[in-house]
């Protein structure tokens, strides 16, 4: 686990901030930023860029669970939120809202480090999701634009299909490009003749 990350904490109780600084050293993480209000979050994560975020809240209503959720920027980097009470609703919307840790029924010093864990490895797996699924959408689009080319070959030259997937190709390695970009600009010169 990397020790170096640039961790920013939101708390307001100061007694309670020091706990997590404890917990957090304890840990091995010693980049810790802590600001006692939610509202200077936004003005931190640009100042800072912090590689991660903790949120203590007691009560959040789901705006605000909502608001800080998108004012972190969830999705880039592992958040995790403490929370001292919940229900289905509020769940849900930490969920939905990217969290990666949403812990109920307060913030102890001895959950931090396990919590903080789970939330990293929660994100990165996510992220690695994310990625496939963009990844196999691209490839999909890709798949689609080359078949359109192909079928462009198939019509202008009278020409089987493998023969024009064979064409594509061959301009592509004879102009030391992807197949992907021969047949996207084929698509693209297409639409405009018509």
Do not use: C
Not at 22 to 47: F, K, M, R, Y
Not at 131 to 152: C, F, N, P, V, Y
Not at 160 to 185: C, F, H, S, W
């Amino acid at each position: 686990m990397h020790r170096d990350l640039k961790i920013l904490v939101v708390e307001l109780d100061q007694s309670k901030a020091l706990e997590i600084i404890d917990a957090l050293n304890d840990g091995g993480w010693h980049d810790v930023t802590v600001i006692g209000s939610a509202d200077a979050l936004e003005s931190t994560l640009t100042q800072q860029d912090p590689d991660i975020i903790l949120i203590d809240l007691a009560n959040p209503d789901r705006d605000t669970l909502e608001h800080l959720s998108l004012v972190s920027n969830a999705r880039t980097r592992p958040v995790a939120m403490f929370v001292d009470q919940t229900d289905a609703l509020m769940t849900q919307a930490a969920i939905s809202a990217g969290l990666s840790a949403y812990v109920v029924n307060g913030l102890r010093k001895d959950r931090i480090k396990p919590v903080l864990e789970t939330a990293i490895a929660r994100f990165r797996m996510i992220a690695k999701m994310q990625s496939e699924l963009d990844a196999a959408k691209q490839a999909l689009l890709d798949r689609k634009t080359i078949d359109r080319a192909k079928g462009l070959l198939m019509r202008a030259r009278e020409i089987p299909e493998e023969e024009a997937y064979n064409l594509l190709r061959k301009t592509a390695m004879d102009q030391g490009r992807k197949v992907i970009d021969v047949a996207a600009a084929l698509v693209t010169a297409a639409e405009l003749l018509q």
